[in-house]
């Protein structure tokens, strides 16, 4: 990075000119870059070109990848809607190295700790970097200092942004399909492999040159229903096994238990109601974690009470909203990812259980997306600061351990909360400073702790509505000063000048950067 | 056209080498053409310039155009979900007339006799020209010479390719939808207007660079299916009717009574049978003619006998194909338009009854599609020539009176069937050219007529297994000749030298045009 110029962004943080050789657009703040110019167009294709029978099997996915003209430089992507289970971004780059190609880029929608098989890649040259969430094992080795280009972290709506917009030229997509037919057309809800549904991939079925559908359930034509067109698909292949189901998606999902955690969750609800949020006809988005679901028990308490519903429901869904929706408590579960098999049954069989994409929900360079249209989102955090600018990705040893996912596109909804323990660890999660900022404080509106409820001091009408409601209120310093007082104040992690990743906003400007850590 | 070199092309038409000052390829035979370049690429937006909460309500269409910049020179698009019921477009261009905006190009998926209010704009130069379907009165005045610029004719297909190539660059769409969201989700199976499916509008809304949703049936969001995305919408309008219904969709369908008509179908479901095709997992596509309607009954009785069942059924659908559905006769429809309450009804609550769209289904050049997976195809056609060239735009009279609707796209199917009357009001079906050429001879295989079965010659295959089938086999010079000693040859119109409309290929290549009709 010695040959960069560093510039201060809208958040006060130096990110590099350049990053990767090409140029950085520093975050201006929330609403402020205009984009110009057109989105990425794509070579016209002619069916002439194609098989008049539809059927664009080929033997293998060497073979697929061959066809698609794999070679050095390129960029491929592969999804994560099978999470630790998935078993084709391995054999991507197996096929890759066998084949002696080098310096890719590596374009996940996500990466897992069962990708850690890509370190000798990333090692070897075959991978020059991953343009994707680093967690886990990939993220410590990235950490280290030890990827060749430069990580680039993108939100789930930052990542459809990206290409949609042309900023990332997708090669090769190779999209995996728990069914598909030998013409293209795939979804995720029929088979061993049955994920819910195949959103990440759309992006890449739309704008890459080349889209190859893996499956290991093939089916006759049509198949129904198609989440990816295929005719954006060049060609399908058949494989033996396309992932570890009690991998992809888990049979049970749990509450927390922790008291801690259900008396955070239960304040959450409480906040939500005495703010009047909690309305016949409201919305909300809750992850998949044990507090987040706590809380979307004590809303539909809090719903039943009332003889009220909610319009919709934002998922990562599993077996309790799709209980909620069962109940009637609500209209619709507007889905981008299911995470137990009780997501996935609703989402094949209940019309009312509806498939989302980046490009419905999150992607920011669109007429508008639905995030910005929900009433409350619960996010979670590895740290929050004085200013309320919030951090996802690293942790205060400074260590990259986890994906955005949609996390900075669900900021824009109407009333954005994080339900957060005071500390974890005994490391405060409350900071003069975060270590890489993700989302701008502007957008992060409540921070609710088990020992007290901060609101953003800009939300006044937040602030206004709730203050005679006996909620435990408190600010965001006094909260930070109890939990140092608890803990005492964390020393430093040993952070290098090497940038090893930046973290884009939705808008594809940099917000942040990470850097690399120095091992003890 | 003085100034237009003429060029003959690969059907051995003369076409001029720009139209509307824009330049003509020249039809160069079936998959001849490469498409060069890139898809169209619109301008990047941005959630900042769209509400937050997703309201995009504004107070009227006059204002919606307003807003979306209307001038003169532009071109605006229209879909004929509600076919003869249609009450947007008039609107449209009476609210261009009221604004002073001239010369604007009218880019409808088809024109109905509804839309003959429009002739005064044609008059007035509020429109130059229509690119699209121009059915009836709007045809007569075509033909006749009156329209100021060159009418330009594309099929489903075609209209999706050139809007997706950049052909045609949409200014503003207007979309009417049975039912909507403020933020521009929309569907065809909810409300009064109810139509079945949005897709012939499906390009615009992608492509076009402002899109205006209008609606008598707005629904809180989310607007659920949504068939047209909100995210690709500017602006949403609440009209209190938007269309007629009875004039939509029918609530009868009849199968024809005529002996003759029954004999072609009954002769042409034999064909299918005797030649192989009715097979278990075969697939067939049918119109919502009487004659159509009555092979798709022979077809089934042919499929019960057996014991076998059809893989998909390609619609326009209507209570027969439904009945099948219901039945067990076939897995799935794939539904381009419900021509019935009974198809809306199905669309709406049978998942195996599944909308497509031009893009789906049509498209040429998208990486293949569905018409040419299709077994066989039933097609009419005004003219056949004896080389098995066809024409579906003009009568013998010379009169442009019909759009090309999915007619060229259908011709890909593995096997093309014209069952045809030999002659209609005295005058023959088959000639030795045709007024106009609207799908080339090599893609059409069989004409059954009441006094016997053509088949193209190319097709040595299907003639091989028919040979022996009992069918009253004859040759389309045969036909040609019984029908004009029952009629005579009927005199040639006279027909005068302007161009009036250019008949599109699927690939965007021009395969014929329409001279203007001299009156007597």
Not at 165 to 176: C, P, Y
Request: proline share 5%; hydrophobic share 40%.
């Amino acid at each position: 990075m010695s040959n960069n110029n560093m510039m201060k962004n809208a958040v006060g943080r130096l990110v590099p000119d350049q990053i990767n050789g090409e140029k950085v657009i520093p975050f201006k703040g929330v609403g402020k870059h205009v984009p110009e110019g057109r989105k990425y167009a794509p070579p016209i294709p002619t069916c002439a070109d194609y098989p008049d029978d539809g059927n664009k099997l080929v033997s293998n996915l060497k073979e697929a990848l061959v066809k698609a003209g794999l070679k050095d430089g390129m960029t491929i992507s592969t999804h994560h809607h099978f999470r630790n289970g998935d078993l084709i971004a391995n054999q991507v780059f197996d096929t890759a190295k066998e084949l002696g190609v080098k310096n890719l880029r590596w374009f996940p929608s996500a990466s897992f700790p069962c990708h850690e098989h890509l370190i000798q890649y990333l090692e070897d040259g075959t991978i020059n970097r991953i343009e994707g969430s680093m967690n886990g094992p990939l993220g410590r080795f990235t950490s280290e200092g030890n990827m060749k280009g430069v990580g680039v972290l993108r939100s789930h709506g930052g990542r459809y942004q990206a290409v949609q917009d042309g900023e990332v030229h997708i090669d090769i997509a190779v999209i995996a399909a728990p069914a598909a037919d030998a013409f293209g057309n795939a979804n995720g809800v029929h088979g061993d492999a049955a994920c819910g549904l195949l959103g990440f991939a759309l992006a890449d079925s739309q704008y890459a040159d080349k889209v190859i559908m893996a499956t290991d359930n093939l089916v006759p034509f049509p198949c129904i229903p198609w989440q990816i067109h295929g005719n954006y698909v060049d060609y399908t292949v058949k494989v033996d096994k396309i992932g570890i189901s009690e991998k992809i998606v888990s049979g049970t999902t749990r509450i927390t238990k922790s008291p801690d955690r259900l008396l955070i969750a239960e304040m959450t609800a409480k906040f939500c109601d005495k703010a009047g949020i909690v309305k016949d006809g409201f919305s909300f988005q809750a992850g998949a974690g044990g507090t987040s679901l706590a809380i979307g028990n004590f809303l539909a308490d809090i719903m039943r009470n009332k003889g009220i519903k909610a319009r919709f429901l934002r998922g990562g869904s599993n077996k309790y909203p799709v209980q909620m929706l069962e109940e009637g408590l609500v209209d619709y579960i507007l889905d981008g990812q299911t995470f137990d098999l009780e997501g996935v049954r609703s989402m094949r069989d209940n019309p009312n259980h509806v498939n989302t994409s980046p490009f419905t929900s999150y992607n920011y360079h669109g007429k508008g997306n639905f995030a910005s249209m929900v009433d409350v989102v619960f996010l979670g955090a590895t740290e929050v600061d004085v200013n309320f600018n919030a951090n996802v990705v690293t942790h205060s040893d400074g260590y990259l351990l986890h994906g955005i996912g949609g996390w900075q596109n669900c900021l824009f909804s109407k009333c954005t909360i994080l339900p957060l323990p005071l500390f974890r660890d005994r490391i405060p999660v409350i900071k003069d400073e975060v270590t890489t900022i993700c989302g701008p404080g502007e957008l992060i509106d409540v921070i609710v702790t088990e020992r007290g409820i901060a609101i953003n001091p800009r939300r006044t009408d937040l602030i206004e509505k709730v203050k005679d409601s006996g909620l435990p209120l408190t600010t965001i310093e006094e909260l930070k000063t109890e939990a140092e007082q608890i803990c005492g104040v964390p020393a430093k992690p040993k952070i290098g000048d090497k940038v090893i990743a930046a973290i884009k906003w939705v808008d594809g400007t940099v917000i942040d950067v990470v850097r690399n850590i120095i091992k003890e």
